[in-house]
T-cell receptor, first 115, second 114 residues
Framework: NAGVTQTPKFQVLKTGQSMTLQCAQD?????MSWYRQDPGMGLRLIHY???????DQGEVPNGYNVSRSTTEDFPLRLLSAAPSQTSVYFC??????????????FGPGTRLTVL | AQSVTQLGSHVSVSEGALVLLRCNYS??????LFWYVQYPNQGLQLLLK??????LVKGINGFEAEFKKSETSFHLTKPSAHMSDAAEYFC????????????FGTGTKLQVIP
């Protein structure tokens, strides 16, 4: 299993540009989440999904869109990049809590800089 | 809404000494609590989780945490620090019964001094 994969690893954007951060998992997990990590602030939840076709907002959803058309993929779209979106983005997946193998798996992250 | 507070953004211990990382939670319902570790330039890894089955939870790499409802605490401990324990540690809480809405603390960087 590849686990949770994220592409790209690094990205530089100009203000106003749009882009999609890709996230895929091969563990057939129902739950997937996007977080951003900023120094001194821990991880903050952007959007999450509990299954294909079902998404919801987290703590900091403004400026980001998601969709979940398949169990495997959960892309994060930046509609019009702003310098405040400079951050490290992590995707995570997990089965429902309580399953014998339940844990939350994180991808390696995408480091995004918006100029 | 649930939240966690981690006391101390940086903690230094000598190799072989006790590791104690503090976390207090705030939740209106019985919480699910987690500790994660992040090594430099990597994603997070789950160390352990509390889901009300037992108040003392053992995790990977020799870490454990005790849920104390009266103190609203979930401190992480390890009897003897190893150089490889140097990392950033995050306490987290979920009141949704799952990983889909987890709220993280601001993290504690652990330095291990040889």
């Amino acid at each position: 299993n590849a686990g949770v994969t994220q592409t790209p690893k690094f990205q530089v954007l100009k203000t106003g540009q749009s882009m999609t951060l890709q996230c895929a998992q091969d563990m057939n997990h129902e739950y997937m989440s996007w977080y951003r990590q900023d120094p001194g602030m821990g991880l903050r939840l952007i959007h999450y999904s509990v299954g294909a076709g079902i998404t919801d907002q987290g703590e900091v959803p403004n400026g980001y869109n998601v969709s979940r058309s398949t169990t495997e993929d959960f892309p994060l779209r930046l509609l019009s990049a702003a310098p405040s979106q400079t951050s490290v983005y992590f995707c995570a997946s997990s089965p429902p809590l309580g399953q014998s193998t339940d844990t939350q798996y994180f991808g390696p992250g995408t480091r995004l800089t918006v100029l | 809404a649930q939240s966690v507070t981690q006391l101390g953004s940086h903690v230094s211990v000598s190799e072989g000494a006790l590791v104690l990382l503090r976390c207090n939670y705030s939740s209106s319902v019985p919480p699910y609590l987690f500790w994660y570790v992040q090594y430099p330039n990597q994603g997070l890894q789950l160390l352990l989780k509390y889901t009300s089955a037992a108040t003392l939870v053992k995790g990977i790499n020799g870490f454990e945490a005790e849920f104390k409802k009266s103190e609203t605490s979930f401190h992480l401990t390890k009897p003897s620090a190893h150089m490889s324990d140097a990392a950033e540690y995050f306490c987290a809480v979920s009141d949704s019964g799952g990983y889909q809405k987890v709220t993280f603390g601001t993290g504690t960087k652990l330095q291990v001094i040889p």
